[in-house]
């Protein structure tokens, strides 16, 4: 099959995607978790459903005033707080529980100083940073090329837009940006370039003789089997976790998923197609 | 026919090691060594993370690394006075902030555990100098580190609670030189700081032994004598952030990962059986013995368990199913060009190379994330590391078992059954 004659209509279908997610992101914005903006989240247990809304009411007549109380879908209370002292924190529990005795249990609180998270985001950038560097060294060695390294690691770029679009709109149905979620995009970074690496390992085993655009064709044809076999056993995975995990871990998940389907999509549509647009550019430059 | 045995035992040794010691009433047979339990991080057993940041404005450069290193040890101990299982204390430093970590496991007194392990406790005696409105107090020499024990006692007067405190030789001659210079005027105790209390000295006392009375309740004068016994700390810290997880949502969250998490191993291995029918089932063997050597490892070198390492531990999964289908898919298009076995032989060789290329750069990845030379610009700790750190192991794991177990018993495979 030729699928690099349509290279310009992955171009097209990747920015089109990429342009929403920026667009949202910049429109809307990410909702942040308490991991990066600091502040207190108490959760509770709702023991008696009955008396659910007594408690949010409760929680808002308070002395300190909740920023949000959240319910989640299995019977938690989820009150959200500027920076809260341990003091305050019993303060609240015991206002809590003088009106709504056996009612309800906290089951968690939190607390994140605001210099806590800039240090996250800031060693994990770093983190991400060097070891781009390093794939990208690693493959420019092991393929003699560093075409091969710069593309794969453009179409890493290419996943990461696609997430940070898709966490921005998701935020719109309640997914915040807390460390789970950069978890997650560690994970699809590492996953997005072995896949790239299988369809690399065909180009380069067919050798470098002949139009490097019908080599790509070859390569992506042969590997195109296994690349939706294994999203599809890694999907399976991830749609039982969506569906059947815990609250902390469904946004996660869904992160994963559309992470799994776009760094797959990203190695033959993507960094095939940047690589031979680059071997092609540079061709016509010698002649 | 070794190849299998050896298969065989070590499939049935991780079975042994990954079994739970206990379970529903049945316990599982020790031999000489003891199998530890899977450790959970405190994000599924509930438990409590406390960062504390240590104002090191005072302490000179070169002091730094010392005072820290005594505060993590009088935090240490501090925390194993509340018979705590497996405590973690760490140190950690970002953009100039030299900070301590504290994870701790089941405390029911979360409260109490962090004002005790959180106070300064700098115990200092101090003179009065001059008289009436002149009077000011002068620091002395003998402070907390001059004591050898102190215990909760109750005053013999008037019955309230007291803190009975023993000096070491050193402090005891301090002390008998400063009661000496000092008959009949006060002598103020400061705890951080603060007056506690301000005895009167009537004579001058011998043999190292003294009371501090305040109006304490019992529970404030107990918490003294904690801290006093554990020491002082050397820095003075703040808590900067704490994560405290009940029991509950934890059990909740492992729970229904669980479910989730045999769900789609199970639909994996459906998936697989249907697309490659007997190689299928060969890959669903090495899946599993991948899966029972890898919990077998977590116990052995005792890696803690949380929701970003079992993310970790399900994109190996993810990986050690890819080598199989790689080859698999080889093994497809070079059975109709030669003989079955040198088929199954070529395509182990051309697979193996993207395999090892891709895993390697995974490796790399996680290397950096898990940060093991401690390097100061990375994570030293939290979510980030658990991460890589399974994730590391895993595709070390996933390499070995793709290669050796499943190649083997292709192998085996292959000859009697002719796929």
């Known amino acids: 099959m030729k699928w690099m004659k349509y290279k310009w209509v992955y171009f097209l279908f990747s920015g089109l995607f990429i342009v929403v997610g920026i667009y949202s992101t910049v429109t809307l914005g990410f909702k942040i978790g308490v991991d990066f903006t600091g502040g207190a989240v108490i959760s509770y247990q709702i023991k008696d459903q009955s008396k659910k809304e007594q408690i949010k009411t409760t929680l808002l007549e308070g002395k300190e005033k909740p920023r949000s109380v959240q319910e989640t879908n299995n019977n938690l209370l989820v009150a959200k707080f500027a920076e809260l002292t341990t003091e305050q924190r019993n303060e609240i529990n015991t206002f809590l529980k003088e009106k709504n005795e056996g009612a309800f249990e906290e089951v968690k609180f939190e607390t994140v100083g605001p210099s806590m998270g800039r240090e996250l985001i800031i060693k994990t950038v770093i983190a991400l940073v060097v070891s781009s560097s390093l794939i990208l060294l690693w493959i420019a060695i092991q393929f003699k090329s560093v075409k091969f390294g710069v593309s794969a690691v453009l179409a890493m770029l290419h996943d990461t837009l696609i997430l940070l679009g898709s966490a921005s709109i998701l935020g719109r149905f309640g997914m915040e940006v807390d460390y789970l979620f950069v978890t997650a995009m560690l994970t699809i970074l590492s996953f997005s370039v072995h896949d790239t690496i299988v369809v690399y390992d065909r180009i380069r085993e067919m050798g470098r003789g002949g139009d490097s655009e019908s080599v790509a064709d070859t390569a992506i044809s042969g590997t195109m089997r296994r690349s939706i076999n294994n999203s599809l056993t890694i999907i399976i995975m991830l749609v039982a976790l969506v569906a ?9 998940a869904t992160i994963l998923l559309i992470g799994t389907i776009s760094g797959t999509y990203s190695s033959p549509f993507v960094a095939v197609p940047i690589l031979v647009t680059w071997e092609k550019l540079l061709a016509r430059h010698k002649k | 026919m070794k190849k299998l045995l050896l298969i065989i035992f070590l499939f049935l040794a991780t079975v042994y090691i990954s079994l739970p010691n206990e379970f529903k009433g049945y316990t599982k047979p020790q031999y000489k060594f ?6 959970f991080g405190l994000d599924i057993s509930g438990g409590s993370r406390l960062v504390f940041e240590a104002d090191t404005t005072k ?32 140190l950690s430093n970002f953009a100039g902030r030299d900070r301590v970590v504290v994870e701790l496991s089941g405390i029911k007194e979360m409260d109490k555990a962090i004002s005790v392990i959180g106070t300064t406790a700098q115990l200092q005696f101090v003179e009065i100098v001059g008289e009436g409105e002149t009077a000011e107090i002068k620091e002395t020499d003998l402070t907390g580190a001059d004591l050898s024990n102190a215990s909760l006692v109750f005053d013999q007067n008037n019955g309230q609670p007291a803190v009975a405190i023993e000096f070491t030789s050193d402090g005891a001659k301090k002390f008998e030189d400063l009661t000496g210079r000092n008959v009949g005027k006060a002598l103020p105790i400061l705890l951080d700081g603060v007056p506690i209390s301000s005895p009167n000295v009537s004579e001058k006392i011998i043999g190292g032994k003294a009371q501090i009375t305040g109006s304490f309740t019992v529970e404030e004068a107990k918490n003294l004598v904690t801290e006093l016994n554990a020491g002082a700390l050397p820095i003075p810290v703040k808590l900067v952030e704490q ?16 479910v989730a998490g045999l769900v789609g191993v199970g639909g994996v291995f459906v998936f697989m059986l249907l697309m490659y029918r007997g190689l299928g089932l060969v890959a669903n063997f090495g899946l599993l013995i991948f899966a029972l050597i890898t919990i077998s490892l977590y116990k052995v070198f005792g890696i803690v368990l949380t929701l970003p390492g079992i993310a970790g531990f399900l994109l190996s999964v993810g990986m050690a199913v890819d080598s199989n289908i790689l080859i698999f898919e080889r093994f497809r298009e070079e059975k109709g060009q030669r003989n079955i076995k040198d088929a199954l032989e070529i395509s182990f060789g051309k697979a193996w190379d993207s395999i090892r290329d891709a895993n390697i750069a995974t490796l790399v990845a996680s290397f950096i994330l898990a940060n093991p030379l401690d390097l100061n610009f990375l994570n030293t700790s939290g979510p980030v590391r658990g991460f890589a750190i399974t994730l590391a192991l895993g595709v070390l794991i996933s390499l070995f078992t793709g290669i050796v177990i499943s190649r083997n018993l292709l192998r085996i495979f292959v000859k009697e059954k002719r796929v």
């Not at chain 1, 059947?244 to 996660?252: C, M, R, Y």
């Not at chain 2, 994560?243 to 669980?258: F, H, Q, R, Y």
Request: net charge neutral; aromatic share 4%; hydrophobic share 40%.
């Open chain 2, 59 to 90: 302490i000179l450069e070169g002091g730094k690394k010392e005072a820290l290193s005594g505060l993590k040890s009088v935090m240490e101990r501090r925390v194993n006075l509340f018979g705590v299982s497996e405590p973690n204390v760490q």
């Open chain 2, 34 to 39: 003891k199998v530890p339990d899977l450790l």
């Open chain 2, 243 to 258: 994560e405290i997880v009940g029991p509950t949502l934890g059990a909740e969250s492992i729970n229904k990962s669980v």
């Open chain 1, 244 to 252: 059947l995990g815990g609250e902390s871990t469904k946004w996660f």
